[in-house]
């Protein structure tokens, strides 16, 4: 109950297309839903976060989308440029817990 | 803030060896959390502290990994012996309370 389930593992879009990641949980006690960047040898950074009180937050060309009720949210990388290819991750929390829950991750490859 | 500073960012050991990783955290972070990566398994979280004392030790993998955090400002994770299936890179990352997750840079362990 405590897993993230990601998709796709890989996904490759050229230049200025839309990279889309989704993700699945199953505990309904998460309430904070935070997506990771990752380049190669870096450790992963806050791309972006929402709370379920929202179905959608947007900063720049990132965009979450959030379905409460299929327990899904997705990343939506609008306009993909190649410095956009890293590893994604999306990661879930409890309010009761201190720690994050993470999918297993997307490498993204944008094509120039 | 200098982010969260691991060292070393790279070591290379022989089977049986100790190894000893090290963590500063950023200042006033109440929480600190060590991570495992590995294409195989992707972000295992090992261990977590809040104000120094462990609190969840669960995803330790064996008695032969220890984590130490002896004052807010430093930690270590130490593991004795080492084996080559402990090859990974090891993160060190800090939160307030409630708040983002700061990974450090990582270190890569390769152990021969």
């Known amino acids: 109950q405590q897993q993230v389930k990601q998709s796709p593992q890989s996904l490759i879009v050229q230049k200025g297309g839309i990279s889309i990641i989704n993700c699945a949980y199953e505990n309904t006690a998460f309430d904070y839903f935070p997506w990771y960047q990752q380049f190669p040898g870096k450790g992963p950074a806050l791309l972006i976060a929402?709370?379920?009180?929202?179905s959608e937050k947007k900063e720049g060309r990132f965009t979450i989308s959030f379905n409460k009720s299929a327990k899904q949210f997705s990343l939506h990388i609008m306009d993909s440029q190649p410095g956009d290819s890293a590893t994604y991750f999306c990661a879930a929390r409890a309010g009761s817990a201190r720690q994050l829950t993470f999918g297993s991750g997307t490498q993204l490859t944008v094509l120039p | 803030d200098a982010g969260v500073i691991q060292s070393p960012r790279h070591e290379v050991t022989e089977m049986g060896q100790e190894v000893t990783l090290r963590c500063k955290p950023i200042s006033g972070h109440d929480y600190l959390f060590w991570y495992r990566q590995t294409m195989m398994r992707g972000l295992e979280l090992l261990i977590y502290?809040?104000?120094?004392?462990?609190?969840?030790d669960s995803g330790m993998p064996e008695d032969r990994f220890s984590a130490k955090m002896p004052n807010a400002s430093f930690s270590t994770l130490k593991i004795q012996p080492s084996e080559p299936r402990d090859s990974a890179v090891y993160f060190c990352?800090?939160?307030?309370?409630?708040?983002?997750?700061?990974f450090g840079p990582g270190t890569r362990l390769l152990v021969l």
């Open positions: 929402i709370r379920p009180d929202v």
């Open positions: 990352a800090s939160r307030p309370d409630w708040e983002t997750q700061y």
């Open positions: 502290f809040n104000n120094n004392v462990p609190i969840d």
